[in-house]
């Protein structure tokens, strides 16, 4: 007796099943209620109405753009998947009519689910006795990839692309349902904007610039063709491989389904088979170090504005949330770096890039926090192939030095500690004894050497003899003299010189000076006014700026606008219910106008300036510094033990700036007494040339109350 009739017989059966089976299936998504009753049946369908709604509302992930402060000009993006959100409108027809004939011919006539596809694949798949033939609509695949988009765990991710029969089903119900909530060109124009092309190309946007680097409202059918047949098998059908032999024949294929669907004339079609597949690849730019090369320095401000956004509420729970919303949240993010006053800060550094010791500067607008100007001595690359090594006789020969290449945020903003800033500190006691009402006439015979009975005897020394004498607050700031701040930091309190600055923006980041500023140490930490505290430029820009602004202090911000996917302003909510643009700047009162002014009439005694109310006492650390800049300004010098770093920090009413010169691979480099004026410089210089052309301000005097 023959097999071959029981055999056939045994093929008859499954396809008999599987036409059953698609039609129950399709029976069973339109009609619910009918497959599962009582509260089941409810909860299944209000769990389905909840997701159609949600996946109604996504949108896929988009990337962010960073812009120069023109608002215009794109310095970079951040993404994990490159992709531009656009309007159908600005889409040309040839891609919507080649994405319906590549992935669902009938589109237009089916409700979100295709009967006639889904007995087609359940026929195919009885025969291959697997998965060898899909029924995925394009509404069921769009609801796929929303589901991926909109995962918030592996478990949700794992779930919405599974290869199993009960993903297909639910894709199929939410399908159904989703068909109700949106109109065929508002679910093409979804699935466009999240398909996959392969190359990074995330939504037609993307693949369009990256194949023909042009727009979608510009693709030609040839070219709409190409993509369109990427969205099956991206790698398989890469038309910029080697070898376009795979990729000509799917785009052949979509133009023969165009033709067939009216789309295209069949004269049309073969003269679009005939061309040969032309690309104009783009590579488009992500994260800081793709800026363009004439905008390479900005690479520095550009990783602090990434630190800056990591540490934002705004932006989620913590750093992963913050940084996952930056490269998938289609931000416009517009910079606060002034170009006129940037170039002049990269102009006026005093060494190049060759040096071991860096040399920064930072600038901060007082009133506002924005940074103005961040540049160093350095090119900002993540090859260091070419760097000597360490200076650090403790890192090894194979440790690279921070020259001439780096990315490491050596001005403040990341994770370094920054540097010993010296003399500049003694800004901090001096305000904080204005502020509690002590006059800028607060006299000390300050002697050469003074032992401290309040620091355990630490008896600290002046740099020059010519200091000894009879010091106020004007003299003792404009020389530096070190014994006159140690005795006036022990008038008004270690501990609130210390809390002042902390208030000023200035954080401990090495475990001495957390230890130092502690709750049971701080009232001794006699030598914080000499500045043993290790500060960055960002940090001391900013706390100057907030003298300049009348002692209101504004956080340090990197941008000037931030703007949602949809053009608003990006928002965070207050503690106390307010909603506020991102952006904005955050200031507080951190001390009386009068103490700050009383403090910047102090200030101008070092930069060889005319202070409003008293004396310098005759001569002062950078007395050129008033003469370069060419308008009233304040400041101050700083140098560490045996000159290992110099700093300058000065300011006018409209810009604060920091600069320093140290070696931040081995802080026992010392920089020496030579190049100590290189910060006085900087600033000085970066000063005069970002202020040419603009209108003198006057710094306000302070009152005869704080005169004394």
Known sequence: MSNRPLAAAGRTVPLLRAGLIAGIVIAALAYPLVAVTGLGAKATAHATE??????????????????????????????????????????????????????????????????KGVVRAFVANAHASGVSQGASTLTMQYVRMALRDS??????????????????????????????????????????????????????????????????????????????????SPSQYDPASSDQKEATARRNYVLDRMSQLGYLSPDAATSAKAEPIRLKLTNPPNDCAAL??????????????????SSQPAFGQNRLERMDKLRRGGYRIVLSIDPKIQEAAEKNLGAGTGSPFANGIVLSEP??????????????????????????????????????????PLLGGGDLPGYQAGSTFKMFPMLAALNEGMPLSTSFNA?????????????????????????????????SVNTY?????????????????????????????????????????????????????????????????????????????IFNRDGTPATYTTASGISREVAKPRCRQ???????????????????????????????????????????????TGTTDSTRSAWFVGYTPE????????????????????????????????????LKGKPTRQFTPPSDAIVG
């Open 367 to 408: 009133g506002t926090g924005r940074v103005k100007a961040m540049a160093v001595n350095r090119t900002y690359s993540l090859d260091l192939s070419e760097n000597p090594p360490s200076s650090n006789p403790e890192a090894g020969p194979k440790v690279k030095a921070n020259y001439p290449n780096t990315v490491a």
């Open 447 to 479: 002697p050469h050497r003074y032992q401290s009975a309040i620091y355990d005897g630490w008896a600290p020394t002046n740099a020059s003899g010519a200091m000894t004498g009879m010091q106020t607050m004007w003299s003792g700031f404009g020389k």
């Open 292 to 309: 363009p090369e004439k905008f390479n320095s900005w690479g520095f401000i550009c990783d602090y504005l990434k630190n800056w956004w």
């Open 655 to 690: 810009l604060a700036a920091a600069s320093f010169i140290s070696d931040p691979d081995n802080p026992f480099n010392a920089v020496g007494d030579g190049q100590s004026q290189i910060p006085v410089n900087a600033v000085a210089e970066t000063l005069r040339d970002a």
């Open 590 to 636: 951190v001390v009386t106008a009068d103490a700050a002014r009383a403090a910047t009439d102090a200030a101008r005694c070092p930069t060889g300036d005319t202070p409003a109310r008293g004396g310098c006492g005759g001569w002062s650390t950078a007395d050129s510094v008033r003469g370069t800049v060419g308008r009233p300004v304040a400041g101050k």
């Open 50 to 115: 909840s997701k159609t709604r949600l996946l109604a509302k996504a949108l896929p992930a988009e990337t962010s753009y960073l812009y120069a402060p023109d608002g215009k000009t794109v310095l970079t993006m951040f993404y994990e998947e490159y992709r531009q959100y656009t309007k159908l409108s600005d889409m040309s027809p040839n891609i919507q009519q080649a994405i319906v004939a590549a992935e669902d011919s009938r589109f237009y006539q089916h409700k979100g689910v295709d009967p």
């Open 151 to 232: 995962a918030t765990t592996p478990k949700e991710v794992q779930e919405a692309t599974q290869q199993t029969s009960l993903r297909k089903i639910k894709e199929m119900r939410l399908a159904l349902d989703l068909e109700k909530e949106l109109s065929k060109e508002e679910i093409i124009e979804r699935y466009l904007n999240s398909a996959y092309f392969g190359h990074r190309a995330y939504g037609i946007y993307a693949a369009s610039e990256i194949f023909f680097s042009k727009t979608p409202k510009d693709l030609t059918p040839v070219e709409a063709a190409t993509l369109a047949g990427l969205v099956k």
């Open 485 to 561: 701040f140690v005795w006036l930091e022990e008038r008004v309190g270690a501990d609130k010189a210390v809390r002042l600055a902390e208030q000023l923006g200035l954080r401990w980041r090495t475990d001495v000076d957390r230890e130092q500023a502690s709750p049971s140490k701080v009232k001794k930490w006699g030598a914080f006014t000499l500045g043993v505290s290790d500060a960055t430029p960002l940090e001391m820009a900013n706390a100057y700026a907030a003298v300049a602004a009348d002692g209101r202090y504004c956080e340090a911000m990197p941008v000037q606008g």
